[in-house]
C-alpha cells in the first residue's frame, strides 16, 4: 500500500531534550516536506527536499533541522525543543515533477514541549 | 508572497443540501490547485486537483472550479452527507507540487 509513515504519533517533551519525527514513504518520491499545524494559522511549511542530499527552508524553519540521505526517509529533528514548537506536525511526498502531482500526507505526530 | 484565505471559516448544514466553499489565493502565477480534507486528529486526504490551465475538476459529488486571473476557487458539494462533515483546505502550488501554501481551512458539520 502506497503512504506515507510519521512515528512516533505522539509524544511530549520536555524543553531542551533532543528529539527526532521520522518519515517514510514507499511511493519513490522524489519530494518530501514537514509541515506544523496550529489553530487559526493552517498549514505552514518547515523545510522541505527536492531530493537525495537536497533541502531547503519553508516559511518556518526556525528551531528545526532535516536531512535527506536515502529518497524514502525525511527526518525532523529538533536540535533543543521549546513550547513553541508544541504542535501538530505532518510529511508529506510527490513526485515533485508535474502539475498533476499531488501531495500524499502522513497521519501526523501531535508534539508537546512542556 | 503568497496568501490563500478561505470563506466561510465554518459552516453547518441539514444533510441534503448542496454547499459552496471559497478559497481565495493573491498570486495567480501557480500550477495548480489542490482540494484536501481532513478529519479530526487524522491526516489530509487529496480530493481534487485543477491544474492552471483547467476550469474545473469533478469527483463524484464534487465539483471544484479555478479562475486563476481572479485568484478564486470553489468547491462545490452536492447533496451533502454527514460523512462529509470534516475541514476542507485548499492549497496553490507554486512550483510544481513543491511550493504548497494553504488557506486556514473550512469546517464542515453536515447535521443528519
Keep these: 500500500e502506497a503512504q506515507v509513515t510519521q512515528n512516533p504519533r505522539y509524544l511530549i517533551t520536555v524543553t531542551g531534550k533532543k528529539l527526532t519525527v521520522t518519515c517514510s514513504q514507499n511511493m519513490n518520491h522524489e519530494y518530501m516536506s514537514w509541515y506544523r499545524q496550529d489553530p487559526g494559522l493552517g498549514l505552514r511549511q518547515i523545510y ?7 533541502t531547503d527552508k519553508g516559511d518556518v524553519p526556525e528551531g528545526y533541522k ?5 529518497k524514502r526517509n525525511f527526518p525532523l529533528i529538533l536540535e533543543s525543543p521549546s513550547p513553541n514548537q508544541t504542535s501538530l506536525y505532518f510529511c508529506a511526498s510527490s513526485l515533485g515533477q508535474t502539475s498533476t502531482d499531488t501531495q500524499y500526507f502522513g497521519p501526523g505526530t501531535r508534539l508537546t514541549v512542556l | 508572497k503568497q496568501e490563500v484565505t478561505q470563506i466561510p471559516a465554518a459552516l453547518s448544514v441539514p444533510e441534503g443540501e448542496n454547499l459552496v466553499l471559497n478559497c ?3 498570486d495567480s502565477a501557480i500550477y495548480n490547485l489542490q482540494w484536501f480534507r481532513q478529519d479530526p486528529g487524522k491526516g489530509l486526504t487529496s480530493l ?5 490551465s ?7 459529488r464534487l465539483n471544484a472550479s479555478l479562475d486563476k486571473s481572479s485568484g478564486r476557487s470553489t468547491l462545490y458539494i452536492a447533496a451533502s452527507q454527514p460523512g462529509d462533515s470534516a475541514t476542507y483546505l485548499c492549497a496553490v502550488d507554486g512550483n510544481y507540487g513543491q511550493n504548497f501554501v494553504f488557506g486556514p481551512g473550512t469546517r464542515l458539520s453536515v447535521l443528519p
Design chain 1, 48 to 54: 522541505y527536499s527536492m531530493n537525495v542530499e537536497v
Design chain 1, 66 to 70: 532535516v536531512s535527506r540521505k536515502e
Design chain 2, 48 to 52: 481534487l486537483l485543477i491544474q492552471s
Design chain 2, 24 to 26: 481565495s489565493f493573491t
Design chain 2, 54 to 60: 483547467q476550469r474545473e475538476q469533478t469527483s463524484g
